[in-house]
């Protein structure tokens, strides 16, 4: 059986879109494919208004099924997917904000859109074909919009190339991953990141993201006018002449609440419109609020277009009053307090052991995350009562915040730590995510990690009537609101770390985002400058409450010998030097504790281990057992030296127990291995540098070993005074 399907080909890549196949009930259904990468979406639309809302109630679903991926989870008591991760709701959030503004938002009908992976090949990634396919569902479904949108994911090559839909290898080479999507001419969303790309750069991605957003959203068009479904006429709530009349004449100063909005002072809209429902209990609250909404968004919409003046009295460009406090919380290891107006957000930093990494488990296998962001915004930010926990919101504004303090990381050579930072929202009145930024940058210095450069984030907003348009500097919640875009950039003095675009308008197009892109510019160096003013450059020591690190490289084959059975020496090391010891696969052994003697003594004790006795080198030695023909002296970790008679003085040998403590050099290492030593005393030479004569030490009737027992082996010790970890070497 055929099924109605069309193609796109870009940069030589084909991507497929199908309907019909999968969900028949459904309003709408699309299926996209590229390579072996295959994206269902479908979308259900109700025949009802609901009733009693004031929304469009649009939801949105993208859920990966392990299967896609070949893949059985790892958990040992859940099979069944559960609770979307974390990349789940990031992609969903994406293809909401990318298919959101599209819609009439003064439709009341219940629109739901689930996105799910089918099969995922692990070259080509499903995110931005979950978008693709959305907008197909929707195109070809029987609900009008104004879509279709078109996506794509844009990388950079090395040579500045730009790369369109980037394979996982492509990416990993490149500075910036921007996605981009819209209808055909203009733009609905924006997601980056980047390593210190230009302004210059970042807008011509745009523009390449543009072209290739309308070949996708012009091929979707016409493979709905030839298979999608007749389009309904939406059915809109009748408003009442008569309440905007009413709300209109109890509201006789609508500039002073303005400016009582825009500074979060006085009386303001919501006092005013709840007082107008109790002496107007027939009329429905929520047609009051919607006209009291609406004037209020003129009268601002219009002084600043008209007038060029904002709620708050700023001027266009004008960032509000910052303040700043570090090191404010004596005992964590590093925190910043940023106030922008009245939005004010604490970042706390707390560094870990790499074996606090969290672990990431998904259909792409398992990977590790060292550097974690965490938002919190709790009801009381915004003087609301709220309800506790982490949110969609919370989630996306963490990882945008996290994706532009990354790059600016160390590298874990030097600096081996996991790293938490936490950003509390204590109030709310715009831009949040982008003081998150600034408050991390301004947390993370004050803990002493060495950030390459300082990163700051400011938000841009746009008031269009259609024909001019006016860009403002670090917006305020008010103008968030009733503004047409959020628009959020951060990065350093040199370049872009992170973009997010929000609209809520279709006309959106380059030439306004590259007026923002260089007036966020400005914006980002004034304010990279006030935090310079507070904190110029990393701390340079950490906090005595921080955990000390150090870290070795020990051959891959060695790696077994620290662990010892079962995880037994190891463990011995960690409860003998009060650390945790993280080992890679490649060799690299992390030494984390409080102390930086014990960390130190960690690392010594694990680099004897794995180190071999060199030929002239001298060593602290312990007498670990004693023979008539000399002394068996452990040197390093699993490893001993014989010191015949011959190369120590009478008296000194007569004298010797097991568990003395002697100097000892190292003067030759036979054919097999054994390694033969001649005492050192105080200020002495070596007693007899040459191989003894007559005794056949080193040569063929080589006295036995181990109480007599031919062919022992001379690492294999009992006696006292060794380290107890060295127990566990003798039951290996």
């Known amino acids: 059986m055929t099924y109605p399907s069309t193609t796109i080909v870009l940069s030589g890549k084909t991507i497929t879109i199908e309907t019909g196949r999968f969900g028949a009930q459904a309003s709408g259904s699309a299926t996209v494919r590229c390579g072996d990468t295959i994206v269902n979406a479908a979308v259900v639309a109700s025949k009802k208004i609901k009733e009693g ?53 003064r439709s009341r009908n219940e629109v739901q859109i689930m996105v799910s992976p089918l099969s995922i090949d692990t070259v080509e990634e499903p995110e931005i074909l979950a978008v693709i396919a959305a907008s197909a569902a929707v195109a070809v479904s029987d609900y009008p919009w104004a879509g279709p949108v078109g996506a794509v994911r844009v990388g950079m090559a090395a040579d500045g190339q730009y790369v369109v839909n980037p394979t996982q290898e492509q990416k990993d080479t490149s500075t910036l991953d921007l996605l981009v999507s819209g209808p055909k001419g203009g733009i609905s969303m924006v997601e980056a990141g980047a390593n210190e790309v230009s302004e210059e750069n970042m807008i011509g991605a745009l523009k390449f993201a543009q072209e290739n957003v309308d070949i996708i959203a012009t091929a979707i068009n016409k493979f709905a006018e030839e298979n999608g479904k007749k389009k309904r006429t939406l059915i809109f709530a009748e408003k009442n002449p008569e309440v905007e009349k009413i709300v209109k004449s109890e509201i006789k100063n609508l500039e002073e609440i303005l400016v009582n909005e825009g500074k979060k002072t006085g009386t303001q809209m919501a006092e005013y419109t709840s007082a107008i429902a109790l002496k107007y209990p027939e009329i429905n609250p929520n047609e009051i609020n919607e006209v009291a909404d609406g004037l209020l968004r003129d009268l601002a919409r219009t002084g600043i277009l008209d007038k060029g003046v904002r709620p708050d009295g700023r001027d266009m460009e004008e960032i509000r009053k910052i303040n700043i406090e570090v090191g404010l919380l004596p005992r964590t290891h590093g925190s910043a307090f940023f106030q922008r107006g009245l939005t004010h957000v604490l970042s706390v930093v707390t560094l870990a052991s790499p074996a606090r990494e969290q672990l990431i488990d998904g259909m792409k296998g398992e990977f590790k995350k060292r550097y974690m962001h965490h938002y919190n915004m709790p009801g009381y930010a915004a003087g609301e009562v709220g309800r506790p926990g982490t949110g969609r919101r919370e989630i996306g504004h963490g990882a945008l915040a996290e994706r532009a303090i990354f790059p600016m990381l160390p590298s874990t050579d030097t600096f081996p730590y996991a790293i938490r930072v936490v950003s509390e929202v204590m109030s709310s009145n715009g ?5 998150s930024v600034c408050g991390s940058t301004l947390s993370l210095m004050d803990a002493g990690v060495p950030l390459k450069k300082p990163v700051a984030g400011v938000a841009m907003g746009l008031i269009s009537d259609g024909k001019k348009f006016v860009t403002l500097t670090d917006i305020s919640g008010l103008e968030d609101h009733l503004g047409d875009m959020d628009f959020k950039v951060a990065g350093t003095a040199d370049g872009i770390t992170a973009l997010q675009m929000d609209i809520k308008v279709t006309d959106i197009n380059t030439d306004i985002l590259v007026k923002a892109l260089e007036q966020a510019k400005r914006g980002r160096l004034k ?11 990393p701390r340079p020591k950490l906090s005595q409450y921080a955990p000390r690190i150090s870290s070795t490289k020990v051959p891959q084959l060695k790696i077994g010998e620290i662990i010892g059975p079962g995880g037994k020496m190891i463990r011995q090391i960690q409860e003998d030097f009060d650390c945790e010891i993280d080992i890679q696969e490649d060799g690299t052994v992390t030494v984390t504790g409080k102390e930086q003697l014990k960390v130190d003594g960690a690392i010594a004790y694990i680099d004897s281990m794995v180190a071999e006795a060199e030929v002239g080198k001298t060593y602290q030695g312990t007498v670990v057992r004693l023979e ?27 004298a010797m127990k097991e568990g003395d403590k002697v100097k000892v050099k190292c003067y030759e290492i036979d054919s097999m291995g054994r390694v033969n030593l001649t005492m050192l005393e105080e200020g002495e030479s070596p007693i007899r540098a040459e191989r003894p004569a007559n005794t056949g030490f080193g040569g063929g009737s080589r006295p036995p070993m181990g109480g007599g027992r031919p062919g022992g082996d001379r690492g294999d010790r009992s006696g006292g005074g060794r380290p107890s970890f060295n127990k566990f070497r003798d039951t290996r």
């Open 527 to 537: 304010l990279l400058d006030i935090m310079n003013q507070t904190l110029s450059a």
């Open 431 to 435: 831009s949040t995510s982008q003081a």
């Open 628 to 654: 008539a023909f000399g002394a068996f002296v452990n040197i390093i970790p699993g490893k001993d030296g014989l010191v015949h008679v011959s190369q120590v003085h009478p008296e000194t040998f007569r």
């Open 53 to 105: 809302i004031d929304y469009f109630p649009l939801s949105l679903d993208y859920q990966e099924k392990l299967y896609a991926g070949g893949v059985i989870s790892s958990s040992r008591f859940i099979k069944r997917e559960g609770r979307p991760s974390e990349n789940e709701i990031l992609t969903g959030r994406v293809i909401d904000r990318s298919l959101r503004p599209l819609f009439d938002q």
